[in-house]
């Protein structure tokens, strides 16, 4: 069964630091993008960051730029976000996903999502 589980959600202070896993099984995914998407309370999802896999190119949204930082790891078939100087507004679910190329991820080519992982900015 191909799946992605996040792992390392929860509740933080702002200023804090947080940092999210995902795990990919089922099939490689080293050619793949993964990304980070989120959802806040009340609002639609929307894309945070991305990490290619052919050419290795990183892409932010501009609110998490300079804050946050994916990485992958192939060999363990695992993408990490990390997220620092939180704020309340980064308050969201987080989810891994993963698409063929940066610009599919984030125009609605996302081939798969895993189930999300709660994050909680406190103020």
Do not use: H
Not at 9 to 37: I, N
Not at 89 to 115: F, K, N
């Amino acid at each position: 069964q191909v799946q992605l589980v996040e792992s390392g959600g929860g509740l933080v202070q702002a200023g804090g630091s947080l940092r999210l896993s995902c795990a990919a099984s089922g099939r490689t995914f080293s050619s793949s993008t993964m990304g980070w998407f989120r959802q806040p309370p009340g609002k639609e999802r929307e894309f945070v960051a991305a990490f290619s896999g052919r050419d290795r190119l990183t892409y932010y949204a501009n609110s998490v730029k300079g804050r946050f930082a994916i990485s992958r790891d192939n060999a363990q078939n695992t993408v990490t976000l990390q997220m620092n100087s939180l704020k309340p507004e980064d308050t969201a679910v987080y989810y891994c996903a993963t698409g063929p190329t940066i610009g599919a991820l984030t125009s609605g080519g996302v081939l798969l999502w895993g189930q999300g992982t709660q994050v909680t900015v406190s103020s």
